[in-house]
């Protein structure tokens, strides 16, 4: 019985890469410095691997900022603006992609399926250039064969790279990027030749595209691509890989019937009817599957007993020797490793288990069905089980109830919009055009020192307060010099926006590395949500109404929604995720009429994943959707009609959900909308109605550039085209946390200048 590892996180048990990076892109290290630390990285996690037992360890899992990134410099496909020389793709061009540069912007970034990792989308068109210009999957390989590790190397399938991808700028929308197929597959030819020769046996395709509602077009082109590569597999075991949910009936048939692929990877955590699929269907006889029972996307200690069963019934299926133990997906979607988390109690550490754990679980698995179980350890699991079950931090009755009895009354606000927004403008005598931004500002080095400290207990309650009070300070008078309308505080006290939240609610558990990559550099330590959710008292009011007191604007009150929280936080797998959402949009319901109370007029309740938490089928979307603008909607019903209440939303993609949105019943929303070409107005170019007060975007701020007036006028022009100007307000993209003030005042000088100059023209 052998074990398999789809994916590893590369961040670093300590967020090493991040750090590396970020040095390298100010400047203080070398690219050698860099590449030390990365060959460092892959080295213990392949001898990590390899000395845990595992057979299948993937390789070219590692990136400097994303796989899907990777295969774009793979293929050479970089887009024209950033005037690729040719040749073995360097830092230089490989940064500007993803960063931009002086004179032109960064690429689209977007969610990965409903993951909250963000991927580079490729620009492609009839014009695009292909040549095999990254040797990173190669070399990647011989590093570990070097170091006496054969793994399987894996990549972005072909068709899911380019039914990932857009087309370039000026090429048709309805431009078919399958047609591009010709065009890469003799690159994936080179990149296997290569392979072979330096002696690979396996490699792995991901092709999660699978689990989604794909049409016949769509699967042929898996026929054609596998069947146009198979000469190349001759020698060469073929692993074809999907994740994140069930591989849809007809998609199973398409693939299992290919020629030349050897094996199948099926997600059988988040995918719950894969076992009936493989049952009912049957199985290529001779081939090997591989079965992911071990959660990629969750931080919860495997259930092996339940795990064994569902490998015993999988074995009667496909036989012993034709069925791999593996992960549900890279375990790049989980914390990295437990070790190294020291202030976890006991009980809740012996629930869990990471990356590293995780590793360990496939293979004792696999060692079990081998008939080499280890009883101590199958032992520890089932105890550690049963103590979950049983454990009275888990429940609390009184919240349980509250929650269901919220699941089938209505929640609306008592007045309609536009009767609201006439009431809230008569108190808050906003200029048309109102400026804005979306909570945080640049969190400085002695902004994180201050809070370090403060956790620490090296400095007292009062010294902390009287910090983060000048910081406060300081970001309210610099919004008054910009002359920006609705204030905020800058969130100088949150490190993280859902974390904020947990440490204050009761029902969370912390931890001190438990990070996942986003996108690039950044990572996120979402909270462990283990009980019944509760908050025990005011969390923002405190600083909130300080900051209000700070000037005569108004000052937006800023919260983290419901489904946000949920989504952004590793969240308990023994109750429906609904029932979590709820109790969490009670908590924070209190905190909003605790805000109102306080005096605080505008209050804003950031959605950013809303949009990330939806099911990838079609079939499963609108039962989710229910509940998640239910739960937004009760945080908010009871407000006055004076009291503004906003959301903002992040990374594209909104027009399928435009209904949901305008459902929410939100006064304000800001959106996301430059990084994704404006691809949300032409929602409101096709004629969707919208009544409420709206943010697009007018600058990126994942990117460094600096955004000119003229080119936000544009934008905001643009804008006025489709959407009413009373309704419209002149805000960023998102929060501004990750820029420096170098960045941010002359950005948001440009942006307030332009709202100025339109609101002359209008
Ligand atoms: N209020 C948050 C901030 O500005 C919103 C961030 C987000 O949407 N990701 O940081
Ligand atoms: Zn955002």
Excluded at 93 to 119: C, I, L, Q
Excluded at 265 to 277: I, M, P
Excluded at 599 to 609: F, M, P, S
Aim: net charge negative; glycine share 6%.
């Amino acid at each position: 019985m052998a074990s398999h590892i789809v994916g590893y996180p590369r961040i670093g048990p300590k967020r090493e890469l991040k750090f590396a990076l970020e040095s390298f892109w100010d400047g203080k290290s070398s690219a050698e410095d860099l590449q030390h630390v990365a060959a460092d990285l892959r080295c213990s996690i392949w001898k990590q691997m390899a000395s845990a037992g595992i057979k299948y360890i993937p390789s070219n899992t590692f990136s400097y900022y994303d796989q899907v990134l990777d295969t774009t410099a793979m293929l050479g496909a970089v887009p024209e603006r950033y005037l690729f020389p040719g040749g073995e793709i360097e830092f230089d061009t490989y940064f500007s992609m993803v960063r931009g540069n002086a004179s032109v912007p960064a690429m689209e970034m977007t969610k990965w399926f409903d993951t909250n990792y963000h991927f580079i989308v490729p620009e492609l068109g009839p014009n695009t250039k292909f040549s095999y210009s990254s040797h990173k999957a190669v070399s990647e390989y011989k590093e570990a064969k070097a170091l006496g590790i054969d793994t399987v190397p894996v990549f972005i399938g072909p068709v899911t790279y380019l039914l990932l991808s857009k087309p370039a700028k000026g090429v048709e929308k309805s431009f078919p990027l399958l047609s591009l197929l010709g065009n890469i597959l003799p690159i994936y030819k080179e990149v296997i030749a290569e392979l072979k020769a330096a002696g690979a046996s396996w490699i792995q395709f991901d092709e999660p595209i699978l689990v989604l509602d794909l049409d016949s077009h769509q699967l042929a082109a898996f026929s054609k691509s596998y069947s146009e590569l198979k000469s190349s597999f001759s020698g060469l075991n073929v692993l074809m890989e999907t994740y994140f949910a069930d591989v849809p009936a007809e998609a199973y048939k398409t693939i299992t019937s290919l020629n030349g692929i050897s094996g199948y990877g099926f997600d059988l955590v988040r995918g719950t009817n894969t076992l009936d699929v493989i049952k009912s269907m049957g199985f290529p006889s001779g081939k090997y599957l591989f079965a992911g029972v071990v959660d990629g996307r969750n931080i919860w200690a495997n259930d092996l007993a339940a795990s064994i069963n569902t490998l015993q019934a999988l074995e009667a299926v496909v036989g012993k020797d034709k069925l791999v133990v593996s992960t549900s997906c890279s375990l790049m979607h989980t914390a990295v490793d437990l070790v190294n988390e020291t202030k976890l109690d006991s009980e809740i550490k012996s629930w869990l288990a990471f990356a590293a754990q995780k590793v360990v679980e496939v293979n004792e698995l696999a060692k079990a069905l081998a008939g080499d179980k280890d009883e101590a350890f199958f032992s520890a699991n089932a105890a550690a089980h049963a103590s979950r079950k049983s454990s009275p931090r888990v429940t609390n009755d009184e919240v349980q109830k509250a929650a269901s009895a919220l699941k089938d009354s209505n929640h609306s606000r008592a007045t309609n919009v536009s009767a609201r927004l006439d009431a809230q403008q008569k108190k808050l005598k906003l200029p048309i055009l109102p400026t804005t931004t979306l909570g945080s500002f640049p969190q400085t080095m002695e902004l994180r020192r201050v809070r370090r400290e403060y956790k620490a207990n090296k400095i007292t309650e009062e010294e902390y307060v009287k910090a983060i009070k000048e910081e406060i300070n300081e970001v309210v008078k610099l919004q008054e010099e910009l002359d920006i309308d609705v204030l905020v505080h800058g969130e100088p006290e949150r490190n993280d926006m859902v974390e904020y939240f947990g440490e204050q609610l009761s029902g969370f558990a912390f931890t001190v590395n438990g990070w996942v990559q986003s996108y690039g550099s950044r990572c996120v330590k979402p909270p462990i949500i283990y009980g019944d959710v509760s908050r025990p008292k005011a969390m923002t009011v405190f600083w909130s109404s300080m900051a209000q007191n700070m000037t005569s604007r108004p000052m937006k009150g800023m919260l983290t929604g419901p489904v946000t929280i949920l989504n952004w936080s590793f969240v308990r797998n023994d109750q429906p995720r609904s029932e979590t959402c709820y109790q969490i949009a009670l908590a924070i319901k209190k905190e909003v009429e605790d805000l109102e109370a306080a005096g605080v007029q505008v209050i804003q309740i950031d959605e950013a994943a809303l949009r990330e938490g939806l099911p990838l089928r079609k079939s499963e979307q609108s039962v989710y959707l229910d509940w998640a603008v239910h739960s937004f909607r009760i945080t908010n019903c009871s407000v006055k009609d004076t009291t503004q209440i906003h959301t903002h939303m992040c990374y594209s993609n909104f027009n399928d959900i435009i209904h949901s949105i305008i459902d929410m019943d939100a006064d304000v929303i800001s959106i996301e909308n430059s990084r994704s070409n404006e691809k949300l107005l032409t929602v409101f170019r096709e004629g969707v109605k919208y009544g409420a007060g709206i943010g697009p975007g007018v600058y990126d701020i994942h990117s460094p550039r600096i955004p000119s007036t003229e080119e936000i006028t544009d934008r905001i022009n643009k804008m006025l085209a489709v959407l009413e100007a009373k309704i419209l307000w002149v805000n960023p993209d998102c929060g501004l946390k990750t820029r420096k003030y170098a960045e941010v005042k002359p950005a948001l000088t440009n942006m307030v200048a332009a709202a100025k100059l339109l609101r002359t023209q209008l």
